[in-house]
């Protein structure tokens, strides 16, 4: 009798390389879009009054931290957030993201990125050979799957509750799209590889 055989599953050496492939694309992909390509200019408009708006956001806001304007003071009641969301009806509003000081380090933010990008995919490696080594097509729709998946619960749903406008979002679904989309090619090849 014939013992049933067990799907086969990447050697640990394949899953690092091709983790460590796969964060490197999603990298580069990262920098040249924020950098290069000019993908997220939509994300912060210019206005020639930030120097006086700075001046009275940081002469007023004390504390670090992320404000929507107007909003109610904690604790209040629904009813009084109802009220408040009537008279707001047609009327301007935002949210400020208020840091007292800017700190010009990218090495360690650089580093954090790669190291998120290494763990993700590497995640994705493991969520996708559950059962053995998918086809390349299934890695790639694997990939691109988590990319979108990425972008809706993320910046899309930024979108869906706090009305940030379409062009602030549209480059990050470039991003998810492009980067897990290349990753995924990279992946199905490589999971592939005999």
Do not use: C
Not at 120 to 139: A, D, E, H, M, Q
Request: glycine letters at 8%.
């Amino acid at each position: 009798m014939q013992l049933l055989s067990q799907p086969k599953t990447p050697n640990m050496k394949k899953w690092l390389i091709g983790s460590l492939v796969g964060a490197i694309v999603v990298f580069a992909w990262q920098f040249l879009s924020w950098t290069v390509l000019g993908i997220h200019e939509g994300e912060a408009k210019y206005t020639a009054s930030q120097d006086s708006l700075l001046n009275v956001i940081s002469s007023t806001l004390k504390e670090d931290g992320v404000y929507m304007l107007p909003t109610v003071p904690p604790g209040s009641s629904m009813s009084a957030g109802e009220e408040l969301a009537k008279k707001m009806d047609g009327k301007p509003w935002a949210t400020v993201t208020y840091m007292s000081a800017y700190k010009h380090d990218m090495a360690r933010p650089m580093i954090r990125a790669f190291l998120i990008d290494l763990f993700l995919v590497f995640t994705l490696i493991y969520i996708l050979t559950r059962g053995g080594t998918p086809t390349s097509i299934r890695v790639v729709a694997g990939s691109v799957a988590v990319g979108l998946f990425t972008w809706l619960v993320g910046p899309y749903m930024m979108h869906n509750w706090f009305q940030t406008p379409m062009e602030a979002v549209t480059g990050h679904l470039i991003d998810s799209l492009v980067a897990w989309g290349v990753t995924g090619l990279w992946l199905g090849w490589w999971l592939n590889r005999k």
